[in-house]
T-cell receptor, first 113, second 111 residues
Framework: DAGITQSPRHKVTETGTPVTLRCHQTENHRYMYWYRQDPGHGLRLIHYSYGVKDTDKGEVSDGYSVSRSKTEDFLLTLESATSSQTSVYFC????????????FGDGTRLSIL | SQELEQSPQSLIVQEGKNLTINCTSSKTLYGLYWYKQKYGEGLIFLMMLQKGGEEKSHEKITAKLDEKKQQSSLHITASQPSHAGIYLCGADKSNDYKLSFGAGTTVTVRA
């Protein structure tokens, strides 16, 4: 495994509540990503980071925010969770260089009731 | 929107038989990545292709990228139960290391 820990692994919460998912890496990789995986859609990029305090939006960023105050941690926040955000969330990391793949964490299963 | 087309969506193969999965893009790709996922788990990196006509193999899995860098195939020879899972292709379309993924192909291997 690539030294990526996602927490929590499972969470059930109610609509309207704030939720924060954490991705922690021990590889000192520059790039970090948050994806969501839904049936029929594959993986879709939510936000990504290319360094400490450097983040940018992906294709499905509405309703999500991120922060990266340290190299090793990338946080994904749902300010006010909605049922449409029920999904499996994956974090990925990538080292610098042109021929480096992304490596994924084990995922967080989030259910919003 | 799904910009990468994967086919087939699912397949069932008899143990020992070969199988092929395809991944097609309407745009030229800077990189094509193959991953495998077991249900409820994360994605495991298999192979990365960057050059037109490139071919890579690992154990019984071979991946190819066509000359135009718009289509890739993943071929498994003499499939085993350990090959069962979901195979996803991911593509870097803008040379910015952000990947777009296909919807995945579910492979079932029957004994």
């Amino acid at each position: 495994d690539a030294g990526i820990t996602q927490s929590p692994r499972h969470k059930v919460t109610e609509t309207g509540t704030p939720v924060t998912l954490r991705c922690h890496q021990t590889e000192n990789h520059r790039y970090m990503y948050w994806y969501r995986q839904d049936p029929g859609h594959g993986l879709r990029l939510i936000h990504y980071s290319y360094g400490v305090k450097d983040t940018d939006k992906g294709e499905v960023s509405d309703g999500y925010s991120v922060s990266r105050s340290k190299t090793e941690d990338f946080l994904l926040t749902l300010e006010s969770a909605t049922s449409s955000q029920t999904s499996v969330y994956f974090c990925a990391i990538r080292n610098d260089g042109s021929n480096q793949p992304q490596h994924f964490g084990d995922g967080t299963r989030l259910s919003i009731l | 929107s799904q910009e990468l087309e994967q086919s087939p969506q699912s397949l069932i193969v008899q143990e020992g038989k070969n199988l092929t999965i395809n991944c097609t893009s309407s745009k030229t790709l800077y990189g094509l990545y193959w991953y495998k996922q077991k249900y409820g788990e994360g994605l495991i990196f298999l192979m990365m292709l960057q050059k037109g006509g490139e071919e890579k193999s690992h154990e019984k899995i071979t991946a190819k990228l066509d000359e135009k860098k718009q289509q890739s195939s993943l071929h498994i020879t003499a499939s085993q139960p350990s090959h069962a899972g979901i195979y996803l292709c991911g593509a870097d379309k803008s040379n910015d290391y952000k990947l777009s993924f296909g919807a995945g192909t579910t492979v079932t291997v029957r004994a």
